[in-house]
């Protein structure tokens, strides 16, 4: 598994060209594993402000995407993609 590569700066550029129609306030990555232990990578696409009209087909348009980039870069880690907004993480935050 090849980690040479901006992890962050790849499913940025992924994920902008995935979601033409949406405007993307951040990116976030970390490992993670799987149920069978496998290692993975969560990732958070968080849209700017109340933005929830992702469709399905764009969500798994992106997954898919993202899967297909990782592989090329030498990653066979499992991208694990949550899709929110700032509106959502806003109401997340307890006080």
Do not use: Y
């Not at 790849?10 to 976030?28: D, E, F, K, T």
């Amino acid at each position: 598994m090849d980690t040479n590569f901006d992890l962050d700066g790849l499913v940025g550029q992924v994920a902008a060209a995935s979601l033409p129609g949406h405007r993307i306030a951040r990116i976030a990555t970390e490992p993670d594993v799987d149920a069978d232990g496998l290692q993975g990578i969560r990732v958070v696409v968080v849209l700017v402000g109340d933005d929830a009209s992702l469709s399905g087909d764009e969500a798994l348009n992106t997954i898919v995407d993202l899967r297909q980039a990782l592989q090329k870069a030498g990653d066979d880690r499992f991208p694990f993609v949550d899709f929110t907004n700032e509106s959502e993480l806003a109401a997340d935050v307890d006080p």
